[in-house]
């Protein structure tokens, strides 16, 4: 079953029943979906691979309670942010990337998520495709009841005189029009221009 038609029958249902019954089943992703996105390339390390998946997400976890929301939402940021990097720059920043940015962006969608409170968790998602080339979108945080975008999280190429190029991760909030920039943290990439994103 295509995302859009999996993403429209859970929300329609979901409305139906007043929220009360979410399906499980559709809210699975399909196995070769699950591959296509950590199957990137053979050229990335086993270790860039090792993302938690929906599926990996602890069963002890109570289905649809905050934690698991939260759990599967901060998988899917991950996956969506390897993807954007694409097999190119995953393999040169990797390191960086585990230790200072990924701590950062999950402190973050956390934070957004536990402000939403736990009625309104279970209308959020994040958004499926990552802008190629020079776009700097990573993902998006979408409420599907309000049905707008929460948040905005984005990477950007920085080409500083004399000290070549940085990769400049940072979120935006609805609450300002998304008009500022939350800083994240930022990778050094070469003094040499970077691929294009997914690469």
Not at 42 to 64: K, Q, R, W
Request: no cysteine.
């Amino acid at each position: 079953m295509k995302r859009w038609m999996r993403k429209i029958a859970v929300v329609l249902i979901t409305i139906v029943t007043l929220g009360m019954y979410t399906p499980p089943s559709l809210l699975t992703t399909d196995a070769e979906d699950n591959k296509a996105l950590t199957n990137i390339d053979d050229g990335i390390s086993d270790a860039t691979l090792e993302t938690e998946t929906i599926d990996d997400i602890d069963v002890t976890l109570e289905p649809y309670s905050e934690d698991y929301f939260i759990r599967s939402l901060t998988a899917k940021a991950k996956e969506q942010t390897l993807t954007k990097l694409g097999p190119k720059i995953a393999n040169q920043v990797e390191d960086e990337f585990y230790a200072v940015i990924l701590p950062k962006m999950e402190e973050v969608l956390e934070t957004i998520l536990l402000d939403a409170g736990e009625d309104t968790l279970a209308y959020y998602d994040i958004t499926e495709q990552p802008a190629s080339g020079d776009g700097e979108r990573i993902f998006n945080i979408y409420n599907y009841s309000a049905q707008k975008d929460v948040a905005k999280f984005h990477v950007r190429r920085d080409n500083r005189p004399l000290e070549g190029y940085w990769f400049n991760f940072h979120y935006h909030l609805d609450h300002d029009k998304f008009a500022q920039h939350h800083e994240i943290g930022e990778i050094y990439w070469d003094k040499n221009m970077p691929p294009k994103w997914m690469a």
